[in-house]
């Protein structure tokens, strides 16, 4: 029943911006950690932004000061705000949400999306 759905990707010239959305369904979704990872052709996949539940972020130095990550918890949304695109930022862009239960349990719940093509060519 956990369902992570994205939207927003595709074709975009270097330069341009991009708004990625992850609307999330089955979860407590207050409570996870939201993350956007990608993946490009022959590399493995890296993860991008990450959004706490307290609001804290996290960003790969690849992208910092060029996208932002934010989240709606009154909509179950997370979003990817990508400006100053560049061709290395091509790539399937994937939704994660994930939680984590220390001692006693050690338990993880973790979730991804279908994931969406973001490519940036002129």
């Known amino acids: 029943q956990v369902q992570l759905v994205e939207s927003g990707g595709g074709l975009v010239q270097p330069g341009g911006s991009l708004r990625l959305s992850c609307a999330a369904s089955?979860?407590?979704?207050?409570?996870?950690?939201m993350g956007w990872y990608r993946q490009a052709p022959g590399k493995q996949r890296e993860l991008v932004a990450a959004?706490?539940?307290?609001?804290?972020?996290n960003y790969a130095d690849s992208v910092k000061g060029r996208f932002t990550i934010s989240r709606d918890n009154a909509k179950n949304t997370v979003y990817l705000q990508m400006n100053s695109l560049k061709s290395e930022d091509t790539a399937v862009y994937y939704c994660?949400?994930?939680?984590?239960?220390?001692?006693?349990?050690?338990?993880?719940?973790?979730?991804w999306g279908q994931g969406t093509q973001v490519t940036v060519s002129s």
């Open positions: 994660n949400a994930n939680r984590r239960l220390g001692w006693p349990t050690y338990r993880e719940y973790d979730y």
């Open positions: 089955g979860i407590n979704f207050s409570i996870y950690a």
């Open positions: 959004s706490t539940s307290g609001g804290g972020t």
